[in-house]
Nanobody, 125 residues
């Protein structure tokens, strides 16, 4: 499965933005998908994940209550709605599939094995 994240940009603190992840391949709907971000000089950080059906989601504590992950398997899309953005949310955001999981979600970035190119989010103070 191939993934491509897009929708990033420059946003003021307190603003909202929705990231999209487009997937190719008919097997996309079989896998859990996650959003992982990487800020300059920092390691990759799990942000949110969703199971194949969308019934299970998981969030990092730092984004809980502000971000919402969703998916549309009919359109091969995964979304990350981000509200109340903070400067510390600034990072490159990647979407990635965990081809070993369907119904559960991992919070470990290295367990995601199919990555797309990221999209840059910059939140100004």
């Amino acid at each position: 499965v191939q993934l491509q994240a897009y929708g990033g940009g420059l946003v003021q603190a307190g603003g909202s933005l929705r990231l999209s992840c487009a997937a190719s391949g008919r097997t996309f709907s079989r896998y859990a998908v996650g959003w992982i971000r990487q800020a300059p000089g920092k390691e990759r950080e799990f942000v949110a994940g969703i199971s194949w059906s969308g019934s299970t989601t998981m969030y990092a504590d730092s984004v809980k209550g502000r971000f919402t992950i969703s998916r549309d398997n009919a359109r091969n899309m995964v979304y990350l709605q981000m509200n109340s953005l903070k400067p510390e949310d600034t990072a490159i955001y990647f979407c990635a599939a965990d081809t070993d999981r369907r119904a559960s979600v991992s919070s470990l970035p290295w367990e995601y094995d199919s990555w797309g190119q990221g999209t840059q989010l910059t939140v100004s103070s």
